[in-house]
């Protein structure tokens, strides 16, 4: 792909969640996530193999079908209310039309079935976009709608995302399927506390970013697709692999790594809000993460120092922009739980 439709397609991709996280009018909402939808086919097809072929054929479906979904549910709601405002979705059955387009958008459960068939289908870099820039412009949206959108359906989903991302993701060996099944767990999280505390979603939201980010830039370091890949990193380099440990350790919420932090702090709330259930289901559920994240992590480690090479410059990489990106979002994705008292 040429750099000039490099750069078309990922102005495209920024310009179209802008316009949706600022625009107060429906029909602009809808306009800036076809534009994102547009705009990241190309970069989802662009390996001309039958598997991106099929990964962007299932997300333009699904992503259609929600664009379609949301401007219905608007509609129904501007002929009962006679406004198009976001903030103002006060028809039931819009609410519940809206819950499921965005949820569908997402890749919450039990709409989540696009997400992993779409990230393994498409390059590492593609699935890290899909995986958190897309994510922002129906979060902004939920974010906008959380004072009416239904608490009991947003917590149902929550859980059951949490427990799906969880069991599912013990089972599968690409590094790429198990991104996807750690965002769908993550982003039952953010559903179950998003009409509670949406402050906690925003917090929640922005610390996944930064740690899937951090992910996905130690993957394609390490140019691992498998379980097995990140198996043989440590010889090639041993401070890579360490820093892919902590980051998997803080995605599964381990303390006192940065991922505990949205846990602790949702875990809390949901018990203030008497809702004790849903937090312990919750609390189990990130155990089975753990597991997977702790598999991965002893993978990554197995290989102790003597087996390593002795040639001098094996370890090192060369300063590409993901090296420099890592670099910079490193230090938050691990460091950041002594910020807690301030950040809340």
Request: hydrophobic residues 50%; positive net charge.
């Amino acid at each position: 792909m040429s750099p000039t439709t490099t750069t078309i397609l990922v102005s495209s991709l920024a310009t179209g969640t802008i316009i949706t996280a600022s625009s107060h009018h429906w029909l602009m909402a809808w306009i800036g996530l076809e534009m994102n939808t547009l705009a990241i086919i190309p970069m989802i097809s662009k390996q001309h193999h039958p598997r991106a072929t099929e990964a962007a054929t299932k997300y333009f479906l699904t992503q259609a079908a929600a664009s379609a979904l949301i401007l219905f549910s608007s509609t129904v709601n501007a002929w009962q209310n006679g406004t198009w405002d976001i903030i103002n979705l006060t028809n039931p059955t819009a609410n519940m039309m809206l819950t499921m387009a965005l949820a569908m958008k997402l890749g919450l459960a039990p709409m989540h079935f696009w997400l992993p068939e779409v990230m393994q289908g498409s390059t590492m870099k593609t699935a890290m976009i899909v995986a958190t820039w897309q994510k922002l412009a129906p979060m902004a949206l939920i974010y906008q709608t959380s004072n009416n959108l239904s608490t009991p359906t947003l917590l149902t989903m929550g859980i059951i995302s949490t427990m799906l991302g969880g069991w599912a993701g013990l089972n599968q060996t690409q590094t790429r399927k198990i991104m996807a099944y750690s965002s769908i767990a993550h982003l039952g999280w953010m559903a179950a506390i998003t009409t509670i505390m949406p402050n906690i979603l925003l917090l929640n939201l922005t610390l996944y970013l930064l740690m899937t980010t951090s992910m996905f830039f130690t993957l394609v370091l390490l140019n691992s697709k498998n379980i097995k890949d990140i198996a043989t990193s440590w010889t090639t380099s041993p401070t890579t692999s360490t820093m892919t440990m902590l980051i998997l350790l803080s995605l599964g919420g381990l303390p006192p790594l940065t991922g505990f932090m949205p846990k602790w702090l949702i875990l809390e709330e949901l018990t203030t809000q008497n809702l004790t259930t849903a937090a312990t289901i919750m609390a189990m559920s990130a155990l089975l993460s753990l597991f997977f994240y702790l598999r991965l992590s002893y993978t990554s480690t197995i290989t102790l120092s003597p087996n390593t090479t002795t040639t001098k410059h094996k370890w090192r990489f060369k300063q590409t922009m993901s090296t420099a990106l890592l670099t910079l979002t490193l230090p938050m994705s691990v460091l950041m739980l002594p910020m807690t008292p301030m950040l809340t």
